[in-house]
């Protein structure tokens, strides 16, 4: 596996910044957001119906390392982990995780043995399809996978050190929109209430040595939640600055 700059810079205290993916599973996707300078790429498969081919050809098609393809499965189970790592995936994340229980089943699934149970299938794209030597293989996709753990229910918040306390989870990510209606604030995204639970979260990566990572979508936004000490950061997604973009154009156009 090539080395994963989001992981080492992330672990050694920088910050990365990148964007998510939705709407265009197209070939040319993900040349175009590292062209743009983002440095990762969330390919999500929880609110998009993409399928596995789908996955497989945006992963086979982006410029890795410059751009690294990460994945959002669409719950966490050995067979979506595996697989997409198996395709080139350089990072998993885990969506609404709950307990303890669940981030070591995200770590077990996502790492060979001694760290985990992934199935091991050499010279496929996850290496590739080169030929190298196995011990360095697995030493390497054991060291070099991202894995991120969402916590963005009141449930997870509730169990937010054990979560955090899991080995070999890198990231937590928190949920904005999903934690405020799990609490009973859909949509009131100055609530006292959630910004407190932001605050917890935060201390919790502090505490336990993981990476704090939020969706934003704007530029003020992202450069609070960067003040507030989050340290991954994905602006936005596809679809919706694709339609900003245009909205905005389209606007200045007619008032001309």
């Known amino acids: 596996m090539q080395i994963n700059p989001v992981k080492q810079k992330t672990a050694?205290?920088?910050v990365s910044i990148g964007t998510m993916m939705f709407e265009f599973n197209t070939t040319g996707i993900g040349r175009i957001a590292a062209n743009a300078g983002a440095e990762f790429a969330v390919y999500d498969m929880e609110h998009t119906g993409w399928d596995i081919e789908s996955i497989?050809?945006?992963?086979?098609?982006?410029?890795?390392?410059?751009?690294?393809?990460?994945v959002r499965i669409p719950t966490t189970q050995y067979h979506f982990v595996s697989r997409v790592l198996d395709m080139g995936a350089m990072g998993i994340m885990a969506p609404m995780v709950e307990s303890a229980e669940e981030a070591r089943l995200l770590v077990q699934s996502a790492k060979y043995p001694p760290l985990g149970r992934r199935g091991a299938a050499f010279g496929i794209?996850?290496?590739?399809?080169?030929?190298?030597?196995?011990?360095?293989?697995?030493?390497?996709?054991?060291?070099e996978v991202l894995l991120i753990v969402q916590v963005e229910t009141a449930k997870g918040l509730k169990n937010l050190e054990e979560i955090a306390a899991v080995p070999e989870v890198?990231?937590?990510?928190?949920?904005?929109?999903?934690?405020?209606?799990?609490?009973g604030l859909a949509g009131q995204m100055d609530h006292p209430d959630l910004h407190a639970a932001i605050d917890r979260v935060l201390?919790?990566?502090?505490?336990?040595?993981?990476?704090?990572?939020?969706?934003?979508?704007?530029?003020?936004?992202?450069?609070?939640?960067?003040?507030?000490?989050?340290?991954?950061v994905?602006?936005?997604?596809?679809?919706?600055?694709?339609?900003?973009?245009?909205?905005?154009?389209?606007?200045?156009?007619?008032?001309?």
């Open 12 to 14: 050694n205290g920088g």
């Open 56 to 70: 497989r050809m945006l992963i086979a098609t982006t410029p890795k390392p410059t751009l690294v393809p990460i």
């Open 125 to 143: 794209p996850h290496d590739d399809y080169g030929i190298g030597t196995i011990p360095e293989i697995v030493r390497s996709a054991n060291a």
């Open 170 to 183: 890198d990231v937590l990510w928190i949920g904005l929109y999903d934690m405020a209606s799990s609490m």
């Open 203 to 232: 201390a919790a990566c502090q505490k336990f040595n993981k990476v704090p990572a939020v969706l934003v979508t704007s530029v003020e936004e992202g450069q609070a939640q960067l003040k507030r000490g989050f340290r991954l």
């Open 234 to 256: 994905a602006f936005g997604g596809d679809v919706w600055i694709y339609q900003t973009a245009l909205k905005q154009g389209l606007a200045a156009l007619r008032n001309r």
